[in-house]
């Protein structure tokens, strides 16, 4: 069994808000696994969710959003199962007090491969992001609907260190939105470069991950950042690579 809002959750933070439609679930010892990444490939990232109710199994989901609006009518908690012909999972039956639904799989070999990114844990500039700090940078991104945030490590008028967030485009007459993350420890103090990066990704990163118990972003002034996330049950990360024709 699990809830109907947690399954949900799941979806939301790969699927973001329609950016990433097909992906491989990968479930081992209850433990369920999901790489993904951006049609343009400057996003990628994972899920790892706990206590997931099925048996150990590769199954490809190629259309989130009409699996997403079968959830929808569903309510309260829901009996999962899959179903197979020639060992090949075709179904991924739904169940709650109501209703029985079946999702149609697909062959694994139509999902996408997902890249890799080697992690050396060399960033320049790491931060907590609190409740307020998340829906301060998501009506920012929703106020201007810029597609580039530039993220430049700096410092305030206290001489602290911060993470500024600009938004508008680069014009010296077109409206902009600053916003400093303070509170950040940064490696390398003495390079204050800003780096572009896709707003809109960061905002449907930052909308579908509100209910994190702790939140973190990690920049890499060489053109990326990490963000990290982590609940009762689950964990997410995402990596974005700078804009390039900025």
Same mark, same amino acid.
């Given at each position: 069994?699990?809830?109907?809002?947690?399954?949900?959750?799941?979806?939301?933070?790969? &699927?973001?808000?329609?950016?990433?439609?097909?992906?491989?679930?990968?479930?081992?010892?209850?433990? +369920?696994? =999901?790489? *993904?990444?951006?049609?343009?490939?400057?996003?990628?990232?994972? $899920?790892?969710?706990?206590?997931?109710?099925?048996?150990?199994?590769? $199954?490809?989901?190629?259309?989130?959003?009409?699996?997403?609006?079968?959830?929808?009518?569903?309510?309260? %908690?829901?009996?999962?199962?899959?179903?197979?012909?020639?060992?090949? &999972?075709?179904?991924?039956?739904?169940?709650?007090?109501?209703?029985?639904?079946?999702?149609?799989?697909?062959?694994?070999?139509?999902?996408?491969?997902?890249?890799?990114?080697?992690?050396?844990? %060399? &960033?320049?500039?790491?931060?907590?992001?609190?409740?307020?700090? $998340?829906?301060?940078?998501?009506?920012?991104?929703?106020?201007?609907?810029?597609?580039?945030?530039? =993220?430049?490590?700096?410092?305030?008028? %206290?001489?602290?260190?911060?993470?500024?967030?600009?938004?508008?485009?680069?014009?010296?007459?077109?409206?902009?939105?600053?916003?400093?993350?303070?509170?950040?420890?940064?490696?390398?103090?003495?390079?204050?470069?800003?780096?572009?990066?896709?707003?809109?990704? =960061?905002?449907?990163?930052?909308?579908?991950?509100?209910?994190?118990?702790?939140?973190?972003?990690?920049?890499? +002034?060489?053109?990326?950042?990490?963000?990290? *996330?982590?609940?009762?049950?689950?964990?997410? &990360?995402?990596? =974005?690579?700078?804009?390039?024709?900025?």
């Amino acid at each position: 069994m699990i809830n109907k809002l947690e399954i949900q959750k799941v979806l939301n933070k790969y &699927y973001l808000s329609g950016l990433v439609e097909s992906v491989k679930w990968t479930i081992e010892s209850n433990k +369920l696994e =999901i790489d *993904f990444q951006s049609p343009s490939k400057e996003m990628i990232g994972r $899920i790892n969710y706990n206590n997931f109710p099925l048996p150990d199994a590769e $199954i490809a989901v190629y259309d989130t959003s009409k699996l997403s609006k079968l959830l929808d009518i569903t309510s309260g %908690d829901l009996m999962l199962d899959l179903e197979k012909q020639h060992k090949v &999972y075709t179904k991924l039956n739904i169940a709650d007090s109501s209703y029985n639904l079946s999702f149609s799989l697909t062959d694994l070999l139509l999902i996408q491969d997902v890249g890799n990114i080697k992690d050396k844990g %060399d &960033y320049d500039v790491e931060g907590e992001l609190d409740d307020t700090d $998340i829906l301060a940078i998501i009506k920012a991104q929703k106020a201007l609907e810029s597609e580039i945030v530039l =993220i430049t490590p700096s410092q305030n008028l %206290d001489g602290q260190n911060v993470l500024t967030f600009t938004f508008g485009d680069n014009n010296t007459h077109a409206n902009k939105i600053t916003y400093d993350l303070a509170g950040v420890k940064n490696n390398n103090p003495q390079v204050q470069e800003a780096l572009p990066f896709n707003s809109s990704i =960061i905002q449907y990163i930052l909308q579908n991950n509100k209910d994190a118990e702790s939140s973190r972003i990690k920049v890499n +002034l060489k053109g990326y950042i990490k963000f990290e *996330f982590e609940g009762e049950d689950w964990k997410s &990360y995402y990596y =974005i690579v700078r804009k390039t024709e900025y």
